[in-house]
Every structure is written in C-alpha cells, then in structure tokens.
C-alpha cells in the first residue's frame, strides 16, 4: 500500500458539501482507504484573483492505485461533482489535486508528482502540516516553509471536526 495525500478546493455552490461529496467518494472507492481529514480552512484565492473564498484540505489516504489510475479516480470524482474548467485557476466546484505518492518524483505531460506548485501555496500546505507535520521539502519542514510564504494570511480555520460522512 502507498501512502498519498491529496489536496481538496471548492469555491463554487456549496462548498463545504462539496468536499463532504468528494470526501465520501473518495472513502467509498475501491482500493482507497481514508486515512486523515485536515480541519476545513477558508482561503483567498491564489493565481486568478477575481473570484470567491476558496475552502481547501488536505487528505491523507492509502492506496493500491497507482499514480496515471488515481489521477483518473480522482478525474472521476471531480467529473461526478460538475466540476467545469472554464478558466484557469478559476472558479471550480472541486478540485482534486495529487500532492504527494510514497517518495514518488515523476513529471510528463500528464503528471507531476510532487505537485509542482505545491510548495509555494499556503492553502495546501497549512492543512497538509496539521495532518502530517513531519513532511519535508529536502531538509525543510513545511512549517518553515509555511513561514516564509506572503499568502499564509489569507488562510483562515473555518471548521475542525466536520467530516461523518454525508
Ligand atoms: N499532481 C497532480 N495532481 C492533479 N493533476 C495533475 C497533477 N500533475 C499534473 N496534473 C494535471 O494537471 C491538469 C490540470 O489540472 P487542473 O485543471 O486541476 O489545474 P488547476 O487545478 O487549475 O491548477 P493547478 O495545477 O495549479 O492546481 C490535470 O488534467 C492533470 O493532468
Ligand atoms: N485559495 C485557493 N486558491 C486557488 C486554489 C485553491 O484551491 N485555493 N486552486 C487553484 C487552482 O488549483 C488556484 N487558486
């Protein structure tokens, strides 16, 4: 089993029913077994700034899916909840994104694995630290990392505990 974890955004309709949504298809999956739930934080959007709070976690699971299935798995989902890309880092109902796989390193035109942004936004790694604080980037913690990024302050707790299925 590999131990992945995962990134969770909605900012469209209701946002905390969609993670609850995703959440819940994502536990109910076959070969996926759910292994910790960040808190629910709100956070400013990042990248394309025209556009509604975002709420973000960050998802611990394991899995026997490799890493081309899970991007389809997780394709899926975001197809299952309406998700429509209309404009880039725009308004979205769900996003899905793969953070981390083992110590997986892969990149091509499909994957990348880190998730190459990563690193430099907040609003994944704030959540990702309350559930795995012990994550490094080479020799730094994400709390370091945390430290140093401008966009911490857009990132708020919303809701701790909200997650009993749906
Ligand atoms: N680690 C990853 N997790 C999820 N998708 C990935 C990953 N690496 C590459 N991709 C690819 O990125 C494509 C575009 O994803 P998407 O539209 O969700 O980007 P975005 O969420 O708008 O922006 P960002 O990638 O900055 O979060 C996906 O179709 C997928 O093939
Ligand atoms: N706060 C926030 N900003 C974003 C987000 C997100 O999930 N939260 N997702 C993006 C594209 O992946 C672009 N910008």
């Not at 993670?19 to 292994?35: C, D, P, S, Y």
């Not at 499909?110 to 942004?117: A, F, K, N």
């Not at 990392?145 to 966009?151: G, K, N, R, V």
Request: hydrophobic fraction near 40%.
């Amino acid at each position: 089993m590999s131990e992945v974890y995962l990134s969770l955004g909605s900012n469209l309709g209701d946002r905390e029913e969609n993670l609850k949504r995703a959440v819940f298809e994502l536990e109910h999956w076959e070969g996926i077994i759910l292994k910790k739930l960040s808190p629910i934080y709100e956070t400013k959007p990042v990248g394309y700034l025209n556009q509604d709070m975002f709420l973000n976690i960050a998802v611990e699971v394991e899995t026997n899916i490799g890493p081309y299935d899970l991007l389809k798995v997780v394709n899926e989902i975001e197809k299952k909840l309406k998700r429509e890309r209309l404009i880039r880092w725009g308004p979205r109902t769900i996003d899905i994104d793969i953070l981390l796989y083992d110590d997986i390193e892969l990149k091509d035109e499909v994957l990348s694995i880190p998730h190459p942004r990563i690193w430099e936004r907040a609003f994944v790694l704030i959540p990702l630290s309350d559930i795995n604080p012990f994550i490094k980037k080479g020799d730094v913690y994400i709390k370091d990392l945390i430290a140093e990024l401008p966009d911490k302050e857009g990132v708020k707790l919303y809701k701790e505990n909200w997650y009993n299925g749906v």
